[in-house]
């Protein structure tokens, strides 16, 4: 049986099989499938996930263990952002690195198993500070899928941890699956990224809601109405008529649940006009009651009040902060700087062939525009007025080049910076009429957004401080990982060519450590669903 939450609650074999087609499997009768769909209420997603946690089955991790390694020769990067080590000495002991240092002067203790990495370089593993590894959105995907949701969870995390990712903050999808793929992991019983999970933007609904889509939630189906409630977990939009005393017993009831930060709707998400949704005193009383458990408080706020708001209100970090459809103001900036804001960006969809994409469509649109000007002014008839709908059309058009210039504008100004990828699942691939973009596949995306610091004005040495150091500050987590240091998680990469001659260097991954061991890399995804060879 697959390591799934809801899977273990209809207490029967899942479907086995590596990639099982999408939405209407027939592993059991429609019937079956629809009946067990209506079990996701609030509490029972719980006590489901709990069920599939203890009841899970280990499965053979790809990796190699050794107690005790030396990485020897390699250029060491070691994520603090100060100048690289020639010819470097690393100490693996457990899962912890025991020693640094130059070759000469590191001794390599007896019984080490010793791994040449003469000519390579080592650099610390990779955070991701934003992704969604869960299913969240697609009543196809929901349908085929709704008895391997872990599943899917951890095959996402493992392309990340493929491809150098060795942690990820997952900001919003559906919390128990996530959980069951989260502890599967810390377990042992798979390989994986270290995992950070958030469960529901708190404030907002499911992924047909209005807060969410921007569109009033009309003729849903009973699945849908449930993959809402699964994903809310009682903490959706009804938050936002709660006063602070109520407000505040809803977020512990939330964190009871188990996620490890909580990321709630400062504004709503999609649309126009975009929405504040928590007041600035509801927005401290969420911010204090996060961090009265010692854990991390972010927010999606996209409009230039909503997100002063809270910043005020003592975020520690902001997930897009660039997109908004106006210039960032100093203000904001000076806001961001001065709190030491984590600001977790997404570079990968801005730079790159994004980029480039984008501006050869803002040359056609503009050739076009100016081609039917001429046309009209040829013909004497006169330019009219635009319609506010249409400007507000023509700033959509420019809307890119807005988040860019705002992402940048707040690299000068000394932001801390982290990757925030928004890296996601989308549709099964036989849903998908085109294929998904590469820069926002698992991993990939991640690899995408390291690069895109640089074209945003970092060097690649800052780019990678931000990819690793940064990304466990965003977690409060840099006494544990994120940099190469006597006594932290010894979570390292090695590359074949200088990532700091050029960035794209990242790419060319040769090993993965994650906690001390060696991950066999051809071996991830452990169980193909979405991935295909």
């Not at 089955?57 to 390699?74: E, K």
């Not at 006009?273 to 009265?292: L, N, T």
């Not at 902060?321 to 801005?350: G, H, I, Q, W, Y």
Request: net charge neutral.
């Amino acid at each position: 049986m697959p390591i799934d939450a809801f899977a273990a609650h209809r207490n029967r074999p899942a479907p086995h099989g590596a990639a099982a087609p999408h939405p209407f499997h027939h592993a059991g009768t429609a019937r079956h499938r629809w009946r067990a769909v209506t079990v996701l209420s609030v509490s029972l997603a719980l006590m489901v996930y709990a069920a599939a946690s203890l009841g899970a089955q280990p499965r053979p991790a790809a990796t190699r263990r050794d107690t005790l390694l030396a990485f020897t020769g390699a250029t060491l990067i070691d994520g603090t952002g100060g100048a690289p080590l020639a010819n470097a000495t690393v100490i693996v002991r457990g899962q912890r690195i025991d020693a640094v240092g130059s070759r000469g002067t590191t001794p390599i203790p007896r019984g080490a198993r010793i791994v040449d990495v003469t000519g390579k370089w080592i650099t610390p593993g990779f955070v991701d500070a934003n992704i969604h590894a869960s299913i969240y959105s697609g009543i196809e995907n929901f349908a085929r899928y709704q008895d391997r949701f872990t599943d899917v969870a951890i095959e996402a995390a493992q392309n990340h941890l493929k491809v150098g990712v060795t942690t990820v903050r997952d900001s919003y999808g559906m919390l128990a699956p996530l959980l069951a793929a989260r502890d599967a992991i810390r377990r042992g019983d798979v390989p994986g990224p270290r995992m950070y999970v958030a469960g529901n933007i708190v404030g907002w609904g499911g992924p047909w809601s209005f807060s969410f889509t921007g569109r009033v939630p009309e003729n849903l189906s009973l699945l849908q109405e449930q993959m809402n409630d699964a994903i809310a977990q009682g903490a959706g939009e009804e938050l936002v008529n709660l006063e602070p005393d109520s407000l505040r017993l809803a977020i512990d009831r939330y964190l009871d649940k188990g996620g490890d930060f909580l990321k709630f709707g400062g504004t709503s998400h999609f649309g126009f006009p975009v929405f504040i949704g928590f007041s600035e005193r509801a927005q401290r009383v969420i911010v204090d009651a996060v961090h009265a458990r010692g854990l991390v408080a972010e927010t999606h706020s996209t409009t230039p009040e909503g997100l002063l708001m809270s910043l005020q209100a003592g975020v520690d970090l902001v997930q897009h902060p660039e997109v908004l459809d106006v210039p960032m103001s100093d203000e904001l900036v000076r806001e961001f700087v001065n709190r030491k804001v984590v600001c977790a960006m997404l570079a990968n969809t801005m730079t790159g062939a994004p980029w480039r994409e984008y501006q050869q469509k803002v040359r056609r649109d503009d050739s076009t525009r100016q081609a039917r000007l001429d046309s009209a002014r040829a013909r004497g008839i006169a330019q009219r007025e635009r319609t506010g709908a249409e400007r507000r059309r023509d700033l959509g058009d420019r809307e890119m080049a807005i988040r860019r210039a705002n992402a940048e504008k707040l690299i000068k100004g000394g932001c801390i910076t982290v990757i925030g990828t928004d890296n996601y699942l989308g549709l099964a691939p036989e849903f998908r009429r085109d294929p998904k973009p590469a820069w926002q596949e698992p991993g990939l995306g991640s690899l995408a957004a390291i690069e895109g610091l640089v074209e945003l004005g970092m060097t690649p040495m800052q780019a990678l401080v931000a990819a690793t150091h940064n990304g466990a500050l965003a977690s409060k987590a840099l006494d544990d990982y994120g940099t190469i240091e006597r006594g932290k998680s010894a979570d390292l990469l090695v590359l074949g060519a200088d990532p700091l001659a050029d960035i794209h260097n990242i790419r060319t991954l040769e090993t993965v450590v994650m906690r001390g061991t060696i991950i066999d890399r051809a071996a991830l995804p452990t169980k193909r669903i979405w991935t295909h060879p």
